[in-house]
């Protein structure tokens, strides 16, 4: 199979999923086009039959902002017709499904060839920002134009009917490599992190308002007045001022590391708990990361969270908004050893269910079934 894969390249769910299911089929001997404005940030692997496009953006001086969707969609009709490609694959759908329905509708017209179309949507695509007035009627047609639909979760499923009267979509969710993401006793990064005496209580992500830092911040202050422990922030984003913020004034800024864009393995393998507190998580690919290093999650019962954590097993939730539920079942987790060390392992046998092969053989049916059709 030929096919381009459409993807951000920032650091996020969207492009580590997108970047590692086109590594995988590359590997498969399928020949892959990743299309982006920048490489990926997971693409690291050489393969003769994986490629990245990086996308020209115009910058006329007549255009106040960049019609990137356009040069998108210029794009993947060049790669039809040099590459011969059959199948475009777009993760989160704006501005992606709709450059690639515009790429197909112009392919079509032109050579009578068809191109197929799908689309794997990844979150905010359709909790936030589809839904804007501004983008919402357009993102619309272009989901319920495509060939395939994929989400990670039944929940995104479930939002996407509601909000773009389109259900059929099939649930195929996030992978984790687990030998990449795996415990390690030797914890070298351990010691760096925060004093021996401290337990490490840790959130990764872009800092955006749907992660809800407050809330991570609001958890770990409760969890601190029962314990010694360092919260360790690792990613960038525009939400990050707010945690130190709310940590000075809430007394526990001392406590506070902020590591940056680092790669999380190590982070991951020093930490005793992963606090995830978003509403509406699609998925949750961090938590994933972090519970196949061994590491239990804490987190709501919301969004597609539920069908990743095991309430109670490997990982704890709480209602909805509750982050002082969040800390005090977190500090009851590590006052307890053998609960805490049970849930550890749980929570990496959890993660081996989502191991990628199986993952990547599910999207690899569904997109030979379009090329055969
Ligand atoms: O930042 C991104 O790349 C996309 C982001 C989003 O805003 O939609 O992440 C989503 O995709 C991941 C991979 O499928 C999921 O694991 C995340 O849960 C999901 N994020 C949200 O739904 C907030």
Known sequence: MRIAVICYPTYGGSGAVAADVSQRLAERGHEVHVVSYDRPFRL?????????????IGD?????????????????IELVHEHGVEVIHSHYAIPHAVAAWQAAEVVRAESGRRVALA??????????????????????FAIQRQDLR?????????????????????????????DRFRPDPAMPWRRNLAPADH????????????????????AFATLRKRMKATLVLVGEGPDLPKAEELARELGVRDD????GLQAPEPVLQASDLFLLPSRSESFGLAALEAMACGV???GYHAGGLPEVVEDGISGVLCPEGHDVCLGTL????????DRYARMRTAARDRALQFAPEPVVDAYEQALLGLVRT
Request: aromatic fraction near 6%; proline fraction near 7%.
């Open 330 to 337: 977190a500090a009851n987790l590590l006052l307890d050893g």
């Open 256 to 259: 506070l590391r902020l590591l």
């Open 60 to 76: 006329y001086p007549l255009f106040r902002y960049p019609p990137y969707t356009l040069n998108l969609a210029n794009k993947l």
């Open 199 to 218: 337990r490490v209580i840790t959130h990764v992500s872009n800092f955006r308002p749907v992660k809800r830092v407050e809330e991570v911040v609001g």
């Open 119 to 140: 689309c794997t949507l990844h979150g905010t695509d359709i909790t936030l920002v589809g839904r804007e007035r501004g983008f919402h009627a357009l993102t619309r």
């Open 296 to 298: 239990p999650v804490l």
């Open 44 to 56: 690291d692997r050489q393969l003769p039959n994986l490629m990245l496009h990086t996308v020209e």
């Open 150 to 178: 994929t989400a990670p979760s039944q929940w995104l499923v479930d939002e996407t009917a509601k909000h773009f009267s389109e259900s059929r979509i099939q649930v195929i969710p996030n992978a984790v490599d687990t």
